[in-house]
Every structure is written in C-alpha cells, then in structure tokens.
C-alpha cells in the first residue's frame, strides 16, 4: 500500500517544494510506517528516513531545512506486512556508495527464494530490499531500463519501482496494476507519482488538483524522469510522448 513520489525541476529548488505533495499521498494513500525522501547533492544521492510518519517527523523535517535540489524522489510506507516496520525497512534505499536510491511499491512474491543470496548485504526484513539489492547488481550488468523490468521479472508479483542516480536520468517502472503511476506537470516540475492505489484519478482531485499534462503510464513501461522527450514502452520500443513542461 506505499506510495512513490518522483520530481524533478530544471534548476534546483528548496525541498519544501515537496511536503505538501508529500503529506496529502501520505494521508489518502494510507502510509504512516515509514517514510523517506532522496535527493540528488553534486553527483551523489543523499537522504533522510525515519520509521513513523512523516506527518509526526518535525525533528527530521527541521534537519532537512535548507536542502535544495533538481530530483526528489518521496516513499510514503504502509508495508504488506506490518512486522517489517523498523528503519532497515524504510525506503528508499541508497546504494553504499551514495550513488542512487531505489523505491519500491508492491509484492516481490518471490524475494524470499532469493534472500540468502543477498544475506551480507540486508539490513532489514521487507521484500522490497531484496528487490533493491538485486537490481544493484543487474544495474551494472545491463543498465538501469532493463534491471528495473528484469527484478520485476525474476521476482514476479507486483512491482512499481523508482530510480534516482546522483547524475543521468532518473526511471519509473510501472508494474503494479492495482496502484497506478501518472506522469504529470506541477509548474516547471515535472512528477511521477503512484496513484493512492484508486483505479480512477482521484490523485488529481485529492493530491494535484493543479496537475497538467496528465497521463497515466502502461503497464510494463519504463519512463525517464527530466526531458519527458521518450519513454521505453512495455515491449521495450522507444516511443516519444507529448508530456513536455
């Protein structure tokens, strides 16, 4: 049940850009057990966690004061299973190497199959950081466009994952069909964001009734943050869209 927030500006702006975007997925998307925001500082990824809310998280609001950034990517938590709430299962994770964060929405209904495979490297619990270490290591086999299908692949179930490098282009995957993603403007922003898992487009009337451009992603397709000039379809073809700011 999380919800996954992704924007970006062409120049950079203060993070608190973001908290009311923030705050309302939170509320209507039903999170309150974790959340996290990434953003992008030089060439890497910094970020912040905390195992509550992020409507009861005035201490790491303060800390974050003064942040300013082009890319950030928001994860708001209502884990499947509710044993798994604890700051090792909190999202999104960060590479070690603070080279990019990772977010996912969903059910990876086989991460447990491939746990041990990863054992050295987990912090937590939850399914999703199995998903995040495997993509890690796909990354660099093939890139981030095919790594982000191909851990949805091996690990089957449901899937809507985000990806923020501290440099290139920042990636949606949609394959999570009970919670839609919509691309859409916010001013000079440009967002991708989970869809309170509502089949209609109640995010526009409860989150971003200001919303223009709006397009709701297929299943199976990848969609590059920044330009908005293409997208990678669900067959892997390039096709260009109309969603420029």
């Known amino acids: 049940m999380c919800e996954i927030l992704l924007a970006a500006w062409p120049e950079p702006v203060s993070i608190d850009e973001i908290w009311p975007w923030a705050r309302s997925l939170e509320r209507f998307g039903l999170g309150g057990f974790g959340w996290g925001v990434a953003w992008r500082e030089g060439d890497a990824v910094r970020?912040?966690?905390?195992?509550g809310s992020l409507?009861?998280?005035e201490?790491?609001?303060?800390?974050?004061?003064?942040?300013?950034?082009?890319?950030?990517?928001?994860?708001l938590r209502r884990p499947s299973q509710l044993t798994t709430i604890a700051l090792a299962d909190t999202q999104p994770f960060v590479a070690d190497d603070a080279g990019f964060a990772f977010a996912h929405n969903g059910r990876l209904d086989r991460a447990e199959e491939v746990r041990e495979?990863?054992?050295?490297?987990?912090?937590?619990?939850?399914?999703?950081?199995?998903?995040?270490?495997?993509?890690?290591e796909l990354r660099d086999e093939q890139g981030p466009e095919w790594a982000l299908r191909e851990v949805h692949r091996q690990l089957e179930g449901s899937a809507n994952l985000c990806y923020l490098p501290g440099?290139?282009?920042?990636?949606?995957?949609?394959?999570?069909?009970?919670?839609?993603?919509?691309?859409?403007?916010?001013?000079e922003a440009r967002v991708i964001s989970t869809g309170l898992h509502s089949p209609d487009e109640a995010i526009f009337q409860f989150?971003?009734?200001?919303a223009g451009q709006r397009r709701r992603l297929e299943v199976g397709e990848v969609l590059e943050l920044g330009s908005f000039s293409s997208f990678v379809g669900a067959g892997g073809e390039v096709a260009s869209t109309a969603a420029r700011a």
């Open 47 to 51: 970020h912040h966690r905390d195992p």
């Open 167 to 187: 440099s290139g282009p920042a990636l949606a995957y949609h394959g999570g069909p009970a919670n839609p993603m919509w691309s859409f403007t916010m001013g």
């Open 55 to 57: 409507a009861q998280d």
């Open 117 to 136: 495979r990863f054992a050295s490297r987990l912090q937590g619990r939850a399914d999703s950081e199995v998903g995040f270490r495997l993509f890690e």
């Open 59 to 75: 201490t790491g609001l303060g800390g974050l004061a003064g942040v300013r950034s082009t890319h950030y990517l928001v994860h």
């Open 207 to 210: 989150c971003f009734p200001k």
